[in-house]
Structure formats: C-alpha cells, structure tokens
C-alpha cells in the first residue's frame, strides 16, 4: 500500500517556517546582547548560501547561522553581537563579495540589529524575508521596527489581481503601514466602514461596482473622516481620468507604474 506523499509546494512552505522558527530561536538564544539578521535574495534560482558561510569565516565570526529559506529564495544570517553599524558594514561586504563572485547575482539585503531584550516576532521576521525581494538592490535596506505612541496609518488596496495586492501590500508595510486588502467593490464598500482606513488604492476595473460608481459610494460612507483616494488603474483615457478628479480623488496613478514614485504619492496624500 502506498503511503500519501506531500506534495512540493507543502514541503517548501514547512521548510520555509522551519526557518523562521530556527531564526526565532536563534535571537532569543542570543539572550544578553545585541544580535545582528540579514536576508539576503540573488537574481537566479540558485542562492549562494555556501559563499556567504564561507565569506563570514574567513571574516573571522566565531559564532554565526546560515539558512536557506525555500520559500522566498533568499539567504537568512544571524549575526550575534552585532551592532546596526557592524552588521549594515558586513552587509556591503557580503554585497561586494557576491557581486564579484556570483555572474548576475545582483544581491539585494534587507538587515536589522536588535538590541538586548528586543526579539522580532516570526511574522515580522518572514516579513524581513520577503521584503529583500522588494529592495531596490543598489542599496541595502535596514528594517526597523516602529515603536510610536500613533497607529501605523491604514490603507485598504483595492484590486482584483492577486500579484497586483500581494506586491502592493509588501511594499507598503516595509513603509510602516497597515494593509487590508479587497478583491472587489463590495467587499471594499464593507471593510472601509469596518477599519477605517486613512487611504484606498484602487484599481478602477473591478467586479460587481467599479470605476466612479465605486468612488461615489466611498464618499456617500457616513465617516467622520473620508479616506483619501488614489487611483491605480490600467485606464488611460484622459475623460476618465479628468471625472476622477472632479469626483475628489486624490492621486492618479496608471500602470505599469514606478514603486518609488507611488510611495512618494502616498506619503504626500496621507500627510
């Protein structure tokens, strides 16, 4: 009789929490000190895992970790007893080093240091993971971890493309934002009286209400304080775009667009 084998896809993703897990228990082992993590992500398939452990001994580190996450293709490194300034420095040097080594690699590294007493969750720490995908890989990203007496600013995405939400969402919350997310009209109408949001990325092609039916219902919600709305959207006709204005919207954005640009959109919307 032949026993039921899990597929690939469910052995990746318990190999990439075991990671996260082992990353866990890894800062928390470091008790008393600061402790150094870098995600490092490579153009390719293959990750140069072996190069970066044998970079870090040559560098001298009598204690370090190594993983490779499956998942999200990138390279995980616990670095304890590392400050922000050491581990951002060995950061430029792995950088450097791949570069040199690797044809085509193009490493892109989100790092963080966290100091004595202060451990990342395993969410914030597959966050850390998945946002080296997203870095622009001419410079090194440093996460951080938000820690204001305000709430992080919310902003529900609107679009019924998976790849279009699950990017726009990562993207945000390296910003330091909440994300909710609606694959339609509807359902974004409900969460909107639900969570508040202080802005709405939409895409104007959507099911069942879209387009500027959809942004009149936003500004019908009895809210005392509207979100502002920013259009992204596939639609370039220039009367669509002159309505939206007129109806308040706040932003127009059409696709393809630049990341760096919608940021800087946003932040001059929501402030």
Not at 110 to 123: C, N
Not at 188 to 195: D, G, N, R, S
């Amino acid at each position: 009789m032949e026993k039921n084998m899990p597929n690939t896809a469910t052995l990746q993703r318990e190999a990439a929490v075991d990671v996260y897990r082992s990353v866990e228990q890894g800062l928390k082992e470091t008790g008393a000190e600061a402790c150094g993590l870098m995600f490092i992500h490579c153009a390719g398939q293959v990750q140069p895992e072996q190069q970066v452990r044998t970079h870090l001994e040559h560098a001298g580190y009598a204690s370090f970790e190594v993983w490779q996450d499956s998942k999200t293709q990138t390279i995980a490194v616990l670095l304890p007893g590392l400050s922000l300034d050491e581990v951002h420095y060995e950061g430029l040097r792995i950088k450097h080093e791949l570069q040199e080594s690797v044809p085509g690699a193009d490493p892109q590294i989100t790092l963080a240091s966290f100091p004595p007493g202060e451990r990342p969750s395993k969410a914030t720490i597959q966050h850390m993971a998945e946002s080296s995908k997203l870095v622009d890989s001419s410079e090194i990203h440093i996460y951080t971890l938000e820690h204001t007496a305000d709430d992080p600013e919310r902003i529900l995405i609107v679009d019924n493309d998976p790849t279009v939400r699950e990017f726009l969402q990562l993207r945000l919350k390296m910003q330091g934002y909440e994300t909710y997310e609606a694959v339609d009209g509807l359902a974004a109408l409900e969460l909107i009286e639900k969570v508040t949001p202080d802005l709405v990325l939409t895409e104007l092609n959507l099911y069942g209400i879209d387009g500027l039916p959809f942004i009149h219902h936003i500004q019908k919600l009895e809210m005392e304080q509207p979100p502002k709305i920013v259009v992204l959207t596939e639609q370039r006709v220039e009367q669509t775009i002159s309505q939206c204005f007129r109806s308040g919207v706040d932003d127009y954005m059409t696709k393809p667009f630049s990341p760096v640009e919608l940021d800087a959109r946003i932040r001059r919307c929501l402030h």
